[in-house]
């Protein structure tokens, strides 16, 4: 046993000697040893042989009543590892014996002078409080790593950013291990090369074995290391790296660990299970109607996907943003049912089913422009950072591949517009053109026709070149309104008589 490594340690974080040594009202003063050693609580004892009731990293205070020889006394104590020895003058002695401070510098053993006005019960209350002190700071950190952690997973590229979170919190390197040992995912500073191989090697010893250690720590290139096994079972390893560890370190660890499972390996129950073998079957040509009550009630909106910032996982983090298990990222987002893309629904086609983000297939992390994603309308689909998507219209179980054609043609006006999210619009052939484009056609189209001569053409094409009713809706005689329309005819350069230039038109009229 050594000072370093005592035995047990209560649950309050250890207390700096240096910052006992900094409490100006206790008067101590440091006579031999470093002032670097964490205390971990104090015990007072005037037996010749305190060895027997020391547990290990106390600061040991006595006044030296049965002190006979020294240099034994002090060999005793840093066997029983001690992290510090406190010693009283008067009323036994009247300064610090010298034997006592040669026997604690040969031994590296810190040695506290405590003047005669400050009694060991005050050493002892101050030790206290700064443990009281340092666990409420610990808390507080721990608090507000956990809250730097959420809300790094709730971001579009969320295992990059909590790992990032993680290491920003412990001042050091997270990785994420994939099965083979290979790096996934890393964040913060580097290291070197020693401590990098060190840390690998550290997460192999964790593995995908059943039954194995959940974590591993360890030192290696002048760091401390740390690995910690991912739940799943798809052997995820988390590997951390700093230049010391803290109490509160493992704590923050600990709720990366917990979201980083969350987020490579989703679980799963035996509803997701029921419902992507529905989806298979809708895939392979099983009719809507017999599947509807697996699948789940409607209604249902199909998302396509393009963008990720091209890392493992992007693809299940935007499933996990937008709240679904339900996600393919190995289907051709942007062509719809029948062009090249798979769509729900479409019997032969060709892509695979939806299936729960990170549960197989294709891997995520997918390339551009290829996740799609099934969501009940009762999760709202919002725009996220680095995706561009494209939305259906709500529809039951049986209006799926019709849903999919509609978000893809949704996401490629979103991507011919720059758009962040673009969301099928119900309402005819009109629908289907862009508003903005629309109506900067519609102005440069009907730019020559004066508000007047507008309003009557809007009023005649509704009533199908009616004269007389034209004249009556507007409250103006019939020639007038042959006036007007010949006039609109020769300013636009257009034969009113063509119904595809009626059809123009009034499209234009009723964009502008």
């Not at 006044?63 to 104590?77: F, Q, S």
């Not at 030192?219 to 230049?243: F, K, P």
């Not at 699948?295 to 393009?306: F, K, Q, R």
């Amino acid at each position: 046993m050594t000072s370093a490594e005592p035995a047990a340690t209560p649950p309050a974080p250890p207390v700096s000697l240096t910052a006992l040594l900094a409490r100006r009202d206790l008067g101590l003063r440091l006579l031999a040893g470093p002032e670097d050693v964490s205390i971990h609580w104090v015990h007072t004892s005037e037996m010749a042989d305190p060895y027997p009731y020391l547990l290990g990293g106390e600061l040991l205070m006595t006044a030296g009543v049965l002190l006979a020889d020294p240099a034994h006394y002090v060999e005793r104590v840093v066997e029983a590892g001690a992290a510090a020895l406190a010693f009283g003058v008067t009323p036994v002695y009247d300064t610090v014996p010298a034997e006592l401070v040669e026997a604690c510098a040969r031994h590296g053993l810190p040695l506290v002078e405590v003047p005669p006005r400050t009694p060991f019960t005050a050493v002892a209350r101050a030790l206290w409080r700064l443990m009281a002190e340092a666990r409420l700071y610990e808390l507080r950190r721990v608090t507000e790593a956990q809250q730097s952690l959420a809300a790094a997973a709730a971001r579009p590229a969320p295992v990059p950013a909590v790992l990032g979170a993680l290491a920003s919190r412990l001042g050091g390197r997270a990785v994420l291990f994939g099965a083979d040992g290979t790096e996934s995912v890393a964040a913060g500073r580097e290291v070197p090369a020693e401590a990098a191989r060190a840390l690998r090697d550290l997460a192999g010893v964790l593995g995908p074995r059943p039954g194995g250690p959940a974590s591993a720590s360890g030192d290696g290139g002048g760091l401390r290391l740390a690995a910690y096994a991912l739940g799943g079972g798809d052997g995820l390893t988390l590997g951390v790296a700093t230049e010391r560890r803290g109490p509160g370190d493992h704590t923050i660890a600990g709720v990366a660990v917990v979201l980083l499972s969350l987020l490579t390996a989703p679980h799963r129950g035996a509803d997701a299970t029921v419902r992507d073998g529905a989806l298979v079957r809708l895939l392979l040509g099983t009719a809507p109607a017999e599947i509807a009550d697996a699948l789940g009630p409607g209604p249902w909106t199909v998302v396509h996907a393009s963008g990720g910032d091209g890392t493992p996982f992007a693809a299940a983090g935007l499933a996990a943003a937008l709240g679904t298990p339900l996600m393919d990222a190995g289907g051709t987002a942007g062509g719809p049912a029948g062009s090249g893309g798979t769509a729900p629904g479409a019997a032969g086609s060709k892509g695979t089913a939806e299936r729960p983000a990170g549960s197989g297939g294709t891997a995520p992390g997918a390339a551009l422009g290829d996740v799609r994603l099934l969501l009940p309308v009762s999760s709202p689909v919002t725009a996220q950072s680095g995706w561009t998507l494209g939305v259906s219209a709500p529809v039951e179980a049986d209006g799926l591949a019709a849903a999919d054609a509609q978000a893809a043609r949704a996401l490629r006006r979103a991507e011919a517009t720059g758009t962040d999210l673009v969301r099928h619009r119900p309402g005819g052939i009109a629908a289907l053109v862009d508003p903005d484009e629309a109506t900067a056609h519609a102005r440069a189209l009907l730019a020559p026709l004066g508000e007047p001569l507008a309003e009557t053409l809007h009023v005649w094409l509704s009533l199908h070149g009616g004269w007389d009713r034209t004249a009556a809706a507007m409250g103006i005689h019939r020639n007038t309104v042959r006036q007007r329309i010949t006039r609109c005819a020769a300013l636009l350069d257009r034969d009113l008589d063509d119904p595809d230039v009626r059809m123009e038109l009034w499209f234009a009229l009723k964009s502008r």
